[in-house]
């Protein structure tokens, strides 16, 4: 029985694939592919928000932990400012795909909250605080962003990104979610909501 002999790779199918992979992994529309199939992801329900406390409870010494923020306006505030409330604090940056996958979820939580007893505070770790205000401007984002204006606190601190931590009305962390995760549910709003109750 005879078989065809296989074709030969040419040139111009490495330089093909090499071009491929250089735009799916150097490019916006390759950071915007990936992001897209991370919001795919989150869609699913794998990776939806846990809703029971899953840190043990952290104060600063006056009962609030001490972060100095810079809002979009060019403010210093003190994240103290929200005590009374729930504070959802996510850490992201411009540069981070599951950072960005996650963000129409939240926006949606945002709408859907009451601001009166829920805080957000998306900080940005871009160096360049603009970009982020930048960014949440052209994609119609209304949750407010900040940046740090300050060392951030130890309680805070984390290696990877996205990292979301929920407080409680007292200061006290009361959740802590490294990674990117779906918040646009209504088992993760009866979670906040039970928190400020």
Do not use: H
């Not at 009374?84 to 981070?96: I, R």
């Not at 605080?129 to 962003?145: E, G, I, L, S």
């Not at 407080?167 to 962390?173: E, N, S």
Request: hydrophobic content about 40%.
């Amino acid at each position: 029985m005879e078989t065809s002999p296989k074709k030969p790779t040419t040139w111009l199918q490495y330089v093909l694939m090499a071009g491929v992979i250089l735009i799916l992994f150097f490019t916006d529309l390759g950071s915007s592919i990936r992001t897209g199939v991370q919001q795919l992801v989150l869609k699913t329900g794998v990776k939806n928000a846990p809703t029971t406390d899953a840190a043990p409870a952290e104060t600063a010494t006056d009962g609030y932990p001490a972060l100095n923020l810079v809002d979009a306006g060019g403010n210093a505030i003190s994240l103290s400012r929200f005590k009374g409330k729930v504070v959802f604090l996510n850490q992201w940056a411009t540069w981070c795909p599951p950072c960005k996958a996650e963000m129409p979820a939240i926006e949606r939580l945002y709408q859907s909250l009451d601001k009166n007893k829920v805080a957000f505070v998306m900080l940005s770790l871009d160096d360049e605080f603009a970009t982020a205000r930048d960014f949440a401007k052209t994609r119609q984002y209304t949750m407010p962003v900040f940046g740090l204006a300050g060392p951030m606190p130890q309680a805070f601190e984390t290696s990877s990104i996205p990292t979301t931590i929920i407080l409680k009305p007292d200061g006290q962390v009361a959740q802590r979610i490294e990674g990117m995760a779906n918040y646009d549910t209504d088992e993760f709003r009866s979670y906040l909501t039970s928190l400020y109750k």
